[in-house]
């Protein structure tokens, strides 16, 4: 997938919707029966994932093909990556030529191959024999093909490498610290293409049952004219503001973001018309394209669909997906938030003009953005209340009388859109451009927020899976795009409803068309990346690189952070974000885990793979790869090295936010009620606020280098209060190994013990250590509390030794990795309990006073110079 070369002019309509198709559906356009015959291929696909999501798949679809779906699934891929995508940059693109319909033909054959032989491999245990081994070849090989092809070489090279580690990894000249004894063909093929280890793992599990229909949706969606209805919205509500298009480019992109999957759409999308507004007011070609970049690529960190990465995270992680956009939401939000702060003090800064001359109070705005959020989100969750009303009187037709009333309250909403005449996208090139006014268009949309409420609904309040969810949001779009044309058209007494209704059939068709072309790339990341994953498990190279990198960092957590970080960073360069996240955490974040514990510090599971795909969206910024960046520079006509270093720049809230939730888990809602959750949410925004005024140099008015320092550290006592405090006092009281049994009984219920133990490495035989968490719950008896945990100890004088833990116990595969009946004993070498300590939110006194302080002297500098512009 190459690089546009803008050549520092900004490409027209047609040039960018090119370099959309070459990165996200394809960059070949047959013609004639060819294209149809592309054409009803995705439309087929879309309809069979839609029919496998639907609640009816059971009685619809044979099991056979329920059971296969995977397969099929990437049968579809391949076939049409084949044909979409062509091999090299001087292959035609408006024909498909022999050799790729041959490479289609086999390459879904062979994708197939499970389903077409599934009695064999059943009945040979899932094991390949000499036929399976080579056709399990071809098919990688052809794979690989697809993929580099859709996704650029990066994603087919790293996965050669890690399947040739899989052949040669006994080799001499492999490292002797990552050696292994390799595997035969015929094993390896099995693990990679016969079992669900790896090509057909959890990451296609996931593309299929979940990704493609958010996908789909979001196609849909957009059809349906919900894109152009956010950004006008945006921009009538921000686009008056100093420095309002920027503001509204990253409003625009964060909703944007919740409908598309790809941030090189959203930048295409979004960036018409916003750099050149951005532009108009007097951002560089740049900055303006830095501005762009920066929302859109955000727009994957936004719940609820977070690009494949949240239903990703729920089976790795192995909780709920509700669970998951929990942890990720009010991250997403505070970046958000910084970004609208950052280009705000970007216009400061530069005294930019307001576009129009329409005047706007800032804290008007602010104040009725509050209340449509809030209304949306209450709207959301009151929903409950009748439906629940509902089902209980009439549990039996409830779903029927439900439907019925959405449809009812459609028809109202698409009434009142009637009344206002349809939003065209606007020329921001025009001579006088003028801004929409929200309180005249906001109907023209109301009914797009059907879809998603219905979404929401699902997933936050009734709690179905992600699948089921988005099917019926989708369900209800397919309602919305055949018949928002013919009764808007009845509603205003005007053309012909026949038309209209055919005019809606077309939108349905692309959109499902649309959709289904957007997830070739996805669906071929995450069976390539299944090759990973597949030697990961197979060769066991995970413990090697928890080693590795403890030696590298010397077992400093931070460090080895950095180290995780960078790597995102690198293999992102080259791979879509799905594939990176997948990549680096099958590879790391159980490392983080172990090692966090290793050195006292426990890292729930969910912070590390938010960490890694934190870094993982980076990598679509930075240069020199940085694809956003780049399409961002062909809108913007500017140089797209120096914006993607702009970009990177005004994203370094991205980067920061990483490295405090996994020392501080509050920010993840980890383990905080309502009450507090409220105050991390307050503290935590005004923190991020603080730092972007840290790193921009400007508060009330310019910092001086001091100030900057000051408030960026301002920033980390309110987002870390616990460091400071820990200085201050002990977190912990430590107590001898042998006073575990006694510690255990009188700890206050609920209170969690951090137990060192150490103990021989199971592989190497080293004496190791590692930090456990015991909730001390239940009785009141120290040694039952234990039990309970399927622990035994056994005293020694002053040695504490530990006995291994019952199977089907919380510790049994926590300590999987330790030799309890190596030539070293198992033993407890540290307990600690939770010390009295004083509040950590102490330090937002001193860190806030600070801050006030800051100000008064800025103000009063400020006074002093007249012409410098204050915020």
């Known amino acids: 997938m190459a690089k546009p070369k803008t050549e520092g002019r900004a490409l027209s309509e047609e040039e960018l919707q090119e370099l959309v198709a070459a990165s996200d559906a394809g960059g070949r356009n047959p013609v004639g029966a060819v294209a149809t015959f592309m054409a009803a291929i995705a439309l087929l696909w879309s309809v069979f994932q839609v029919t496998l999501a639907s609640p009816l798949a059971n009685y619809i679809l044979p099991g056979d093909l329920i059971n296969n779906s995977r397969q099929i699934h990437l049968a579809f891929a391949i076939f049409l990556a084949f044909l979409a995508y062509p091999a090299l940059a001087t292959s035609p693109r408006k024909r498909i030529p022999i050799q790729d319909w041959v490479m289609?033909?086999?390459?879904?054959?062979?994708?197939?191959?499970?389903?077409?032989?599934?009695?064999?491999?059943?009945?040979?245990?899932?094991?390949?024999?000499?036929?399976?081994?080579?056709?399990?070849?071809v098919g990688l090989i052809l794979l690989f093909e697809a993929a580099r092809r859709a996704l650029g070489p990066a994603m087919a090279i790293i996965a050669t490498i890690f399947l040739g580690y899989v052949f040669f990894g006994s080799s001499d000249w492999v490292p002797e610290v990552i050696r292994w004894k390799g595997a035969s063909l015929k094993k390896a093929m099995s693990h990679m293409w016969i079992t669900s280890e790896g090509v057909f793992g959890i990451a296609l599990g996931v593309s299929t049952k979940f990704v493609f229909l958010f996908v789909l949706f979001g196609a849909l969606l957009e059809k349906a004219g919900a894109g152009n209805y956010f950004i006008k919205m945006a921009f009538g509500a921000l686009g008056h503001l100093r420095g309002g298009p920027a503001k509204a480019a990253v409003v625009g992109s964060a909703a944007t973001g919740l409908i598309s999957g790809s941030s090189i759409a959203n930048v295409v999308t979004t960036g018409t018309f916003t750099i050149p507004l951005m532009k108009r007011v007097?951002?560089?070609?740049?900055?303006?394209?830095?501005?762009?970049?920066?929302?859109?690529?955000?727009?994957?960190?936004?719940p609820p669909v977070m690009g494949a990465a949240a239903f990703l995270m729920v089976e790795y992680v192995g909780i709920s997906y509700v669970e998951v956009i929990t942890h990720a939401f009010l991250p997403a939000v505070i970046s958000y938030m910084a970004l609208v702060y950052i280009v705000h003090l970007e216009a400061v800064k530069r005294n930019l003009p307001t576009l129009g001359d329409r005047v706007v109070s800032l804290s008007r705005t602010i104040f009725g953005m509050f209340l449509f959020f809030a209304g949306f989100a209450g709207l959301c969750y009151g929903v409950q209340f009748p439906v629940k009303a509902i089902v209980a009187m009439v549990p039996g037709g409830s779903g029927l009388i439900l439907s019925a009333l959405v449809f009812v309250a459609y028809v109202i909403l698409l009434w009142l859109a009637a009344s206002v005449p349809d939003l065209e996208p606007d020329d921001p090139n025009a001579k006088?451009?003028?801004?929409?006014?929200?309180?005249?268009?906001?109907?023209?949309?109301?009914?797009?927020?059907?879809?998603?409420?219905v979404l929401v609904y699902f997933l936050m309040i009734e709690q179905k899976s992600p699948?089921?969810?988005?099917?019926?949001?989708?369900?209800?779009?397919?309602?919305?795009?055949?018949?928002?044309?013919?009764?808007?058209?009845?509603?205003?007494?005007?053309?012909?409803?026949?038309?209209?209704?055919?005019?809606?059939?077309?939108?349905?068709?692309?959109?499902?068309?649309?959709?289904?072309?957007?997830?070739?790339?996805?669906?071929?990341?995450?069976?390539?990346?299944?090759?990973?994953?597949?030697?990961?498990?197979?060769?066991?190279?995970?413990?090697?690189?928890?080693?590795?990198?403890?030696?590298?960092?010397?077992?400093?957590l931070i460090l080895m952070l950095v180290m995780v970080g960078l790597l995102s960073l690198i293999l992102g360069m080259g791979l879509p974000t799905t594939a990176n996240y997948i990549v680096v955490s099958s590879l790391m974040a159980g490392v983080v885990v172990e090692l966090g514990a290793n050195s006292g510090l426990i890292v729930p599971l969910i912070a590390v793979h938010l960490f890694v795909f934190y870094f993982g969206i980076m990598a679509d910024v930075t240069p020199p790869v940085g694809l956003a960046s780049f399409a961002a520079a062909a809108v913007s006509g500017g140089d797209a090295i120096r914006t993607g270093f702009t970009a990177f720049f005004y994203s370094l809230r991205t980067v920061a936010l990483p490295f405090v939730f996994i020392f501080n888990t509050d920010l993840l809602l980890i383990d905080v009620t309502l009450v507090e959750g409220i105050i991390v949410f307050i503290v935590a925004s005004v923190a991020i606020l603080i730092f972007t005024a840290g790193t921009m140099g400007w508060f009330v008015t310019k910092n001086t280098i001091i100030e900057s320092v000051l408030l960026i550290l301002i920033a980390f006592a309110l987002f870390r209060p616990g460091f400071l405090i820990d200085r201050i006092q002990p977190p912990f009281e430590v107590s001898a190994p042998a006073q575990l049994v006694e510690v255990m009984g009188k700890a206050p219920e609920g209170t969690e013990l951090r137990v060192v133990v150490s103990?021989?490495?199971?592989?190497?035989?080293?004496?190791?250590?590692?930090?456990?968490?015991?909730?001390?719950?239940?009785?009141?008896?120290?040694?039952?509390?234990?039990?309970?945990l399927g622990l035994t100890t056994i005293p020694e004088g002053d040695v504490l030794l530990l006995e291994e833990p019952f199977p089907g116990t919380p510790y049994f595969e926590t300590m999987s990795n330790f030799d309890f009946y190596g030539d070293a004993p198992m033993q407890v070498t540290s307990v600690a309990a939770p010390a009295d300590q004083l509040p950590k939110e102490l330090m937002y006194i001193p860190a806030l006073l600070l801050l006030a302080g800051i100000a008064f002297l800025q103000r009063g500098r400020a006074a002093r110079q007249p012409k410098e512009v204050q915020a």
């Open 104 to 137: 289609a033909g086999v390459g879904a054959f062979i994708a197939l191959y499970g389903y077409f032989f599934y009695d064999k491999i059943v009945n040979s245990g899932g094991l390949a024999d000499d036929t399976d081994k080579w056709v399990a070849l």
């Open 282 to 302: 007097g951002f560089s070609s740049e900055k303006a394209g830095a501005v762009e970049v920066a929302s859109s690529v955000n727009g994957q960190i936004m």
């Open 432 to 453: 006088d451009v003028q801004l929409p006014v929200v309180g005249e268009i906001y109907k023209a949309g109301l009914y797009y927020l059907l879809p998603i409420i």
């Open 467 to 556: 699948g089921l969810s988005a099917f019926w949001a989708t369900a209800l779009l397919f309602v919305i795009l055949l018949t928002q044309r013919p009764l808007k058209a009845m509603f205003r007494g005007e053309g012909d409803l026949p038309a209209a209704f055919k005019f809606g059939v077309g939108d349905l068709a692309q959109g499902m068309i649309d959709g289904a072309r957007n997830m070739i790339g996805i669906g071929l990341a995450t069976a390539t990346a299944g090759v990973i994953v597949g030697t990961v498990t197979l060769t066991g190279v995970g413990q090697v690189m928890a080693d590795l990198v403890e030696f590298l960092s010397g077992g400093n």
């Open 759 to 788: 103990g021989p490495d199971f592989d190497t035989g080293e004496v190791k250590e590692t930090t456990i968490v015991l909730p001390a719950t239940g009785a009141a008896d120290g040694e039952a509390r234990l039990a309970a």
